[in-house]
């Protein structure tokens, strides 16, 4: 049983990662079929890679550093604090997350960029700096952290506070001495994903970073797609690789540590209405920042959209003569949804029974591990995958590289992490006698699943459904080298709408920037209210 | 069998027949990716994100010649090209467009094509042609790649637009200029060639010392540059760009008139003509295609003055072929440099990896 | 380890319903059951009794499926188990904390086993009335589980367990979680349902009231082994060991040397009767076997404490130089904390363990 669940993820990793992957690192290592060991140490000799490896590190430190002390606080507020609008406001945070990075770069630069507003206040620009780079990092994971973070804490006893506080301890010291140390796995869990993403960063540094700045992801996709230098590429990739594989065993351990048993309690009683200046003002300055730091750049990209008289732009989108497209942009839209679609019911079906193999108690040491793997789609380059599915799957029966199922699976591949995250601490706190209750009273296998597992997890599991397809949604890299130009996805078609000159083609690609963000808000503000107690890490 | 191997069975027989299925329930008309064999009524081109051509022009030609086109478009121009040469032993098309020469020589040296001269390769203007003994590739459009500038800007400041590489580093000018990374961007590249050509092997770091010292900024693309940072574009305007001077297309002009609603009566950017550096992109028959037939009717086509007149308002390039229209935006606001700078693709195929390391450790580092 | 005092039964005795054979199970090498033979006729109650940790919900486990033996063999009506999965060996589990499934109602609870294998709808509903009706809940079908009482619950889970009709049903400590009123009151109510359903039930509990009130059969364990089967009154009347007898709750166990007809111990001599084992022996008084006498006649002890237990008193006895003792005694001739007193022996409430 618990091979048959494993199977199917393993199949379709070892088919659609690990293989494409290890394709395109054998193409770039082994020349007239010499392995090219030496360039490992070649690359790594170079002080242009070194210089590009230390920056990935530090910017990455950076920037979680940045983001934990940025969101902390807004995790609180969001986990403690009742207030109007704080249902959609947290559906508005996470949008950033699911945006195609050509978009955010755009509306960012409008923030710290010439004219921007630190720049109308204060005249400060950053825009060619390394701060613009790390607080376009805070933008993306602000989100991260306060639904890990905020997630726990909401459910967090306030009564272990207050008998601390009994004991005699100061507020200050029974937040210290209880609420932290039950709160440091969660908190180390959302600085390792942080961590991770923007260790792996592509697009904010592409685009903020300009070409004096560059990440391992930035620096491989270059080498593959720009310089054709697949030995450095595979090299890269390997180093990349290497990093993450560290990175995730680390974060695995803290998840396992955030497991322990902690009192846990509904999340509504815990939150009530902010009391005395102290409390409104906390309230205030996290509203105020996630005004300025995620609601003005997304504000600026609406704004633009509309600078034309009519709606003219939107108006644009539902005609085809433009000729950038075989058919009307706003058809865009469908394609997007269809993809999203299929790609969502992959990354559910795939997810879901890693998910399941990975619940079971009996789980092995082997399975445990697959636990880690399932996440390093997340730290393997887009550019990487598309490339690599280009030459791995070329062959019959799996000749796939021009069918349009080639898109949702590059973008299920992406989808599959959040619902395996997501699904997985249900599943986890299923009692096991339920499913042996059922299972003495004659359910099968598969109809302890369907009745007691099922269930249990449908709300966590259209949670994870509506990640996979927000995510989906947005995802570009390995999109933009497989959607062809009569279906076009949401994504592409801004991105090349942003590659012509000419006002309307830029009004359009806002306009359909902004209906993409609209679409991922609805998306994100249904799960909001399909939120369960245990809503996994994201 | 136990029931528990047998819910094994299920569930992995559940997940294989799973994602055909899915594949089976979406709304694209796909079919088996490269399966266009020998008599096979499918053509299909691999190309880059820009091709683009009118619906009623291609549907002409599928009827007359029989063929169904399909496209593939593969990235950008390098990823496209880089993408091909990856692929070139089981190809995922029959023909290929998109290679300029700023990068031919990749795919030359690839085997990327096979031979074929194209129906009317007689009409292409001579200055065009390339690989004439081997007939490995077809010109199929031209371009200038040029500074572009605002045309606002300048009036404002009572300042006369830069009209050569001279120009540009001439004190009036400083921090005025955008450009493109040329180890990452195609227009990026062409303007460093165009400095190597106009400067020599030897002159061209020089000149773009000189360059750095008058406050030039690389950004890393064509579309920061150009919407972004760039004063005189629409996104630029938006966004409060200061920079009245961008590497970017002679084309890039008309396309703002052309998509501008309402039109103005004159274009708001301007081409610096003594700045710029003709591109020519090329087709050719994919080495292994599997409907040879059909590429070569596609590559003839290509050369028709039907396809040639409908190309420049789709993909803002100007046609190759003796005697094709151009459209009158483009003579009005961005007509072809009477002397561009050109290089031949034997001495870019030397030198551009060179160079473009030099370049990269004198600009960027 | 002393052998049950019926000796060996027939595995393969045809009215014998479930047949245990040496069946074993080891968490990490250490036997959880250790080579364990049990019959259980059809229509027997059998009640296993032991302290937590020996073995006793291990056992129900390996009957119904979810822990696959390491050794030995399970069979139902003379069929080997081996390999038929837990849904498929059609005996029910009432499981310690009852696990109903929360995110169904009363009803759907009851009705599950019945659904699995096939029911139609209008026979399912008939057979939760008719369960709910048995197990004095009538009417609670559309009732949500959380919001039963720990009693109610109880109910729920017993008419889960029945509604399939299983050959063998199985408790695990079905009454672990009440109070002890209702505990008391519902193993009679129990006792009473499955006499006259004729159900077969082998079920364990920590607790010897319950196994004794419930039971036909006691069988009791200790660290995975059977220490001891027999009917209550058996077990009762003579615990096989001292283990048993200690769990029992009898603590006047003692070392002495029989000889003849009285037992030389720390307490003095013993009357043990006619026919017991001579030799140095472990020997059980039990406290009602304890007589106080006047200060200055036999045993000479200080009360050290005395405990109300509701239709006696137990007086715990210090003598000089030996170990504590423990009398029963009616309420009224209870003497207080520190007054000395004097004991004399009852033989027949004295036992010779072993």
Redesign the interface.
Known sequence: ?R???V??PV??FGLFFAYPVAAIVV?GLKVDGVWQFGRLWEVLGESDIRHVLWFTTWQALASTVLTLLIALPGAYVFARFDFPGKQVLRAVVTVPFVLPT?VV??AF??LV???GLLDELWGIRLDTTVWAILLAHVFFNYAVVVRTVGGLWSQLDPRQEEAARMLGASPLKAWRRVTLPALAPAVAAAALMVFLFTFTSFGVV??L????FSTLEVEIY?Q?????DLSTAAVLTIIQFLAVGAILAVHAWTVRRRESALRLVDASVTARRPRGAGQWALLAGVLAVVVVLLLLPLAVLVQ?SL??PDF?YYR?LTS?D?????VAPIEAI?NSL?YAV?AT??AV??GG?AAAALTRRDAGRFVRGFDALLMLPLGVSAVTVG?GF??AL???PL???????LV?LAQALVGVPFVVRTMLPVLRAV?Q??R?????????????WR??DL??VRRALLIAAGFAFAVSLGEFGAT??I?????PTLP?AV??L??????????QAMALSTVLMVVCAVALLVLERLRTDRTGEF | MSITKKATVVAVGFGLVALPALAACGSSDSDGGSGSGAGSKTVTLVSHDSWAVSKSVLAAFEKQSGYQVKVLEDGDAGQAVNKAILTKDNPQGDVFFGVDNTLLSRALDNELFQSYEAKGSDLILPEYRADEDKHRVTPIDTGDICVNYDKAYFSEHKLTPPASFDDLIKPQYKNLLVTENASTSSPGLGFLLGTAAKYGDDGWQDYWKKLKANGVKVVDGWEQAYNEEFSGSAGGKKAKADRPLVVSYASSPPAEVIYADPKPTTAPTGVATGTCFRQVEYAGLLSNAANAEGGKALLDFMLTKTFQDDMPLNMFVYPVREAAQVPPEFMKYGPLAKNPEIMDPAKIADNRDDWVKSWTSLVLK | MAKSPHGPQSPQSPQSLLSLEGATVRFDGRAALDAVDLDVAEHEIVCVLGPSGSGKSTLLRAVAGLQPLDAGRVSLDGRDQAGVPAHKRGVGLMFQDHQLFPQRDVGGNVAFGTRMHGASKSEQVDRVRELLDLVGLPGAARRAVASLSGGEQQRVALARALAPRPRLLMLDEPLGQLDRSLRERLVVELRELFGRLGTTVLAVTHDQGEAFALADRVVVMRDGRIAQTGTPLQVWQRPVDEFVARFLGFDNVVRGTVVGEAADTPWGKLPVGEGAAQGTRTLLVRPAGVRLVAADAGLRCTVAARTFKGTHVAVHLQPEDAPRLEAACALRDAPEVGDAVGVEFDATEIVVLD
């Open positions: 049983m091979l048959g669940l199977a199917v199949a379709f193409r050509v770069g755009t630069l409008a960029g010439r004219g592409q685009i970073g300009g070409p004096t270059r593959t797609s720009e310089i054709f633009r600078d034309a003219g644009a085809a433009g000729g950038v497209f075989l469908g269809q299929v019911l992959i079906l795939i029974l490339f280009l030459i070329d062959e019959p000749d796939l590289r021009s069918t349009w199922i949702p009692d006698r339920l042996e209750a059922a299972s003495v009273l004659g359910a099968s296998p598969w109809r302890v009745e007691v269930p249990m933009v080298f959607a062809r130009p009569d279906n592409v991105a090349r942003l590659g012509r000159a000419g006002e309307l083609n830029y009004g």
